[in-house]
């Protein structure tokens, strides 16, 4: 039986110390952010965080995550909120800005993207749009909506600074 | 979670009575609730009304749509069609996923159909129904129709807007029991306050939060999860998969899974998804898989000499015009097959019992599939349910069909319900690829730059009609669809845009069963088809010395594609000139090139700006403009969208994507293997749409590809002048052509 963090709860599972993380939360735990993309670690939809560092899930063994925090779309409002020192709300600066573009077609890779795009900002609120490109090169989109993602990434980081949201102050307070 | 009960009797006016909540059922929650069941088979009666829209109490409306979302937003177009004719806000109406047993049949959602064919269903229901709508109000107030104003759904007298009435009160939760004439008056296009607007799409949010349910989220209760096993990578279509033996002892530290065998067809099943995935990767399996493809190196030859059969596609003048022409061009190029590869691998679950069977899946045409499965199961069509939920883009056929397949002969097989996921290398190497080809055109001009003649041929084989699923578990012999124009040259696109005396297009069919399994990719075949023709066109203005947008306007009278070519020139600020008249072959050189093309309907033009690295043969494209006339565009920023993702796709296409495969069978299995374009190679895009409110709509989901694909080939040669003869443009073959 492991113990594995998620979303800041404990919870048990008697998976095979083998099996992916990606199944636990979409099997067990039946999340729908993280996703089966590729089972290579190629696409990046089934990105979560662990320990604020993106990772792929669906090569990610189960008895790797000991002592680990994993987060997942379903807990990056309330990680967001830890790591900037903000109240949680119902939906991040990144979220609101994808929805605001009406980025996506399909939406499966937004899994990743969101992910990624959060790891992203909350490192550098201000990317430049080569930035962007290099640290979102390992998602991909087969529909072809990265001209607009991009355009979402810079939007949210305008408004964190606007907002005087920096990765920083969120660490000291909680740190 | 709720539990499922199949096939709880409950009829259409229940559904209308549970207001909202069957939206929500299939909308948000993973398992099918039992609201949303029905004794009676489907279709519904397409000719009444109550089959299209249903008018609730609390006045909003369902619109029952035969359509699927893949992502295209047509889920929220096809509503701004509806409440626009029902005078109703979008927040008052909702629709349903597509059933077989709920939602009627409009044909599958395919060539841009949506909106197309769609629309005017859609809104020919609403119009009837808000006409009896009125009606209904009229009789009460006892005035005549034309006297009442509609507004949200309230309806009320033009002398007294005090005296009022809504939807809801008229006639919510009962049926119309009215015949749908498609007679109703529509309304003028001037006063839309709802269509030919940017609206934004409804399932966005929940995609953005991670609540919307994919196919992929779709769980039975009881299920068993299954994988397919076969070979990595498919050989000739006709061969299919022969398994010579199976040793079930390889699996036998998996204690939760089985080994399901049907003929050919092997599926492992288990209780855990791991299991499932462990055993299929471990099964040891043996099999006979022959030597019987070309391999990408003998490929067009083999399609070029082998037998072929005849169709003249388009036969216009005389084209012996050409041998006296002042300018002559001929260009012959190849196109690879290409791969769909959704970025979810295909998903299906099925429930499969002695009297029934019910399959959940990402089919883009839930009765043509519920007759597919109906016939591999021995079922009638009405014991059989098929219903629709959104997978990850698929841009064609992809393995939609065979993964359902797959999903009900395991479960039939393990007496259970079975959800099947396809792996990534099942989906890269048993994909029914769009298919390669040969195109060979001869085209001449006069000395005053008029087109005089245009001959093309081209070679490419049908699509395959035969799963490999029923393939393999039946004996069903491998077979390609019949001889529709569809699959074969297309005189839209072949030099259709310009006005040319005389005319010569012929097809050639190369018999498919000796090649990988095919299908329609987002603009079939059309990539190929303008990246030859329009290379040659192209060639002639540079022989004629004229600017290549000046060229093809002196060409052209039909007003939709002339504004869609000036339209794409003047986003791209174009500023005329002889090609290649910069080139260079050192260093990094840029080109800018501009095309026309389409598919079946709509008009597609493009400019393109790229970046050739003579030494190192990499090629960047940094700007693509895309125009599209669609007729009425109903969402301009679904539209938008719709144009990057084609642009984008376009650049992928052309610069990186190729199936490849050896002489037993295909050998690109991922992403790495098979890649696509990722951000730091995306392009700058602009879409640009030319709007015609007075026009019906006509497809807006893949008509600027082929324009997109000519532009970036024609950008080449003002680069680099040289001409690419094959795509996509790798470094190794950019380094041959440029050597030539």
Redo the contacts between chains.
């Keep these: 039986m492991a113990e594995i963090t998620i979303n800041n709860t404990v919870i048990q599972t008697d998976?095979?110390a083998?099996?992916?993380l990606l199944?636990v939360l979409?099997?067990e735990l039946?999340l729908?952010?993280p996703?089966?993309?590729?089972?290579?670690a190629?696409?990046g939809?089934c990105s979560v965080l662990v320990d604020g560092v993106e990772t792929r899930s669906c090569v990610t063994p189960i008895s790797a995550l000991q002592g680990k925090s994993v987060t997942?779309?379903?807990g990056?409002t309330a990680f967001y909120a830890a790591a900037t020192g903000q109240a949680i709300a119902e939906?991040t600066p990144l979220?609101d800005a994808?929805?605001e573009q009406?980025a996506?077609?399909?939406?499966?890779?937004?899994?990743g993207m969101?992910i990624k795009g959060t790891e992203l900002l909350l490192d550098n609120p201000s990317p430049t749009e080569s930035e962007?490109?290099?640290a979102?090169?390992?998602?991909?989109?087969?529909?072809?909506?990265?001209?607009?993602i991009?355009r979402a990434i810079q939007t949210a980081g305008e408004r964190m600074q606007t907002a005087g949201v920096t990765p920083e102050n969120g660490r000291e307070e909680s740190a | 979670m709720s539990t499922m009960k199949p096939f709880l009797p409950i009829r259409r006016r229940d559904l209308l009575k549970g207001s909202g909540a069957l939206v929500v059922s299939f909308a948000f929650h993973p398992v099918v609730s039992a609201q949303s069941r029905s004794p009676v088979a489907g279709p519904p009666d397409p000719e009444q009304i109550d089959s299209w829209i249903a008018i609730h109490n609390d006045n909003t409306a369902t619109v029952y749509i035969g359509f699927a979302e893949l992502g295209q937003g047509c889920s929220t177009a096809l509503l701004q069609v509806a409440a626009e004719e029902l005078d109703l806000a979008m927040n008052q109406v909702s629709t349903v996923g597509l059933d077989t047993h709920i939602t009627p049949n409009q044909g599958g959602t395919y060539s841009s159909s949506a909106m197309r064919r769609g629309g005017p269903q859609v809104q020919r229901a609403a119009a009837e129904a808000r006409q009896a709508l009125l009606q209904m109000a009229a009789v009460q107030f006892r005035v005549p129709a034309e006297s009442l104003l509609v507004s949200n759904g309230v309806v009320s007298t033009l002398d007294d807007p005090a005296r009022s009435v809504t939807y809801g009160q008229l006639i919510g939760n009962q049926l119309f029991n009215q015949p749908f004439t498609g007679n109703a008056p529509l309304k003028d296009p001037s006063t839309y306050s709802i269509v030919a607007t940017p609206y934004p799409r409804n399932d966005i949010p929940l995609k953005a939060a991670g609540t919307y349910s994919y196919i992929q989220h779709m769980r039975l209760p009881g299920m068993l999860h299954g994988r397919i096993v076969r070979p990595r990578g498919q050989g000739a279509y006709r061969d299919g998969v022969q398994v010579i033996s199976i040793d079930e002892s390889s699996i036998s530290n998996i204690p939760g899974a089985r080994v399901l065998r049907m003929g050919n067809f092997v599926g492992v099943v288990a209780e855990r998804e791991w299991d499932a995935v462990r055993a299929a990767g471990q099964l040891d399996v043996e099999w006979n898989q022959p030597e019987n493809l070309p391999g990408n190196d003998n490929l067009f030859q083999q399609m070029e000499n082998g037998h072929t059969n005849e169709r003249i596609a388009l036969e216009e003048g005389d084209v012996s015009a050409f041998d006296n022409a002042a300018i002559q061009s001929q260009f012959n190029g190849t196109g690879p097959y290409q791969a769909h590869v959704p970025f979810a691998p295909n998903c299906a679950l099925a429930d499969v019992r002695s009297d029934s069977a019910l399959v959940m899946c990402s089919t883009q045409d839930v009765y043509n599939t519920r007759t597919s499965i109906a016939n591999l199961l021995g079922m009638e069509a009405d014991q059989v349910r098929v219903q629709y939920h959104e997978a990850a883009g698929t841009f064609g056929h992809s393995c939609w069909d065979d993964v359902a397949q797959a999903a009900a002969l395991l479960s039939s097989m393990a007496g259970q319900p079975v959800r099947v996921q396809l792996m990534r290398w099942d989906e890269h190497g048993w994909d029914t690829y769009g298919p390669a080809h040969i195109g060979k055109a001869r085209v001449a001009a006069d000395s005053q730059g008029k087109l005089v003649s245009y001959e093309y041929e081209g070679w490419q084989h049908h699509w395959s009609l035969i799963e490999t699923s029923e393939q393999t578990a039946k004996g069903t012999p491998a077979a390609e669809w019949p001889p529709f124009p569809a699959q074969q040259i297309n005189p839209l696109t072949l030099g259709g845009m310009y006005d040319i005396p005389n005319r010569f297009l012929l097809n050639h069919h190369v018999p498919g069963l000796d090649y990988l399994k095919g299908a329609w990719l987002r603009s079939p075949v059309d990539l190929s088809f303008a990246f030859v023709s329009e290379q040659a066109i192209d060639d002639l203005a540079y022989q004629s010395g004229l600017d290549p947008w000046h060229f093809r306007q002196r060409n052209i009278t039909d007003y939709h594609w002339r504004d869609v070519l000036d339209a794409a020139a003047n986003a791209a600020n174009w500023e005329p000139r002889v090609a290649a008249v910069n080139a260079s072959q050192s260093g990094i050189v840029r080109g800018r090139g501009i095309g026309l093309g389409t598919h079946l309907a709509s008009y597609g033009g493009a400019v393109a700006e790229i970046e050739v690295n003579i030494q190192t043969g990499e090629v960047r494209i940094l700007h693509l403009v895309g125009a599209i006339d669609a007729g009425l565009v109903v969402n301009t920023s679904n539209v938008e969208n719709q144009l990057i993702g084609q642009l984008v796709q376009t650049a992928s296409r052309m610069l990186l994507e190729e199936v490849t495969f050896n002489t037993q069978h295909v050998t690109s299995l991922d992403w790495a293997s098979y890649p696509i374009l990722r951000f730091e190679q995306c392009p700058e895009v602009t879409p640009v749409i030319v709007q015609r409110l007075d026009e019906a709509p006509s497809g807006a989901g893949e008509e600027v590809m082929a324009a997109a694909a000519a532009a970036i080939a024609n950008a080449f040669f003002d680069a680099t002048g040289k001409r690419m003869t094959m795509y996509p443009f790798t470094p190794d073959r950019v380094k041959r052509a440029l050597t030539v």
Excluded at chain 1, 35 to 40: I, K, M, S
Excluded at chain 1, 104 to 111: A, H, P
């Design positions: 998976a095979a083998d099996t992916p199944y979409t099997d039946q729908k952010g996703r089966f993309g590729c089972g290579l190629q696409c939809s997942t779309l379903e990056i939906s979220q994808l929805i009406q996506l077609q399909c939406g499966y890779c937004y899994n969101i962007i490109r290099t979102m090169n390992g998602h991909l989109c087969r529909c072809g909506t990265y001209p607009r991009i």
